[in-house]
């Protein structure tokens, strides 16, 4: 049985609308690089023993695109595709893992990019992605 013990915020960044804005925070940077969004989120210690990370994505209305965030190299780490959304509203938030392979140094380098049918994928706008918080959460042997 596994139990969740708790929960720790690490790094939040807001994305700004403004192409070449950076995040004030010490803890993570952030640039537009033509079709994504590039960030890096850094821990304030290396993952322990029965440690994991996860990004929180708060996604505003999207519509029927998708959100793809992979690591700076390429990697992917996940997609987010909401689906039963009404039109125009916020599409929640999302949980994504992050294995512990994509982290160097104690920092997340990542890329997040719109997904649209037909078109190129393009860096997401403040509205679409509002937020992304790097997470580790302990997990206990309940046996």
Do not use: N
Request: net charge positive; aromatic share 4%; proline share 6%.
């Amino acid at each position: 049985m596994v139990i969740f013990a708790s929960t720790v915020v690490l790094a939040f960044a807001v994305l700004q609308t403004a192409p070449s804005a950076s995040v004030s925070s010490p803890m993570a940077q952030c640039r537009q690089i033509g079709c994504a969004r590039e960030m890096t989120l850094a821990l304030p210690h290396a993952l322990r023993k029965g440690e994991t990370a996860w990004l929180l994505v708060k996604v505003g209305a999207i519509g029927r695109d998708q959100i793809q965030i992979t690591t700076q190299d390429g990697r992917p780490l996940g997609t987010i595709s909401p689906f039963g959304i009404r039109s125009g509203k916020a599409a929640g938030t999302y949980t994504v893992p992050v294995p512990a392979e994509a982290l160097s140094d104690g920092r997340l380098a990542l890329r997040v990019s719109v997904m649209q049918s037909g078109r190129a994928p393009r860096a997401p706008t403040a509205k679409e992605v509002k937020s992304l918080r790097l997470l580790i959460r302990q997990f206990e042997d309940g046996s």
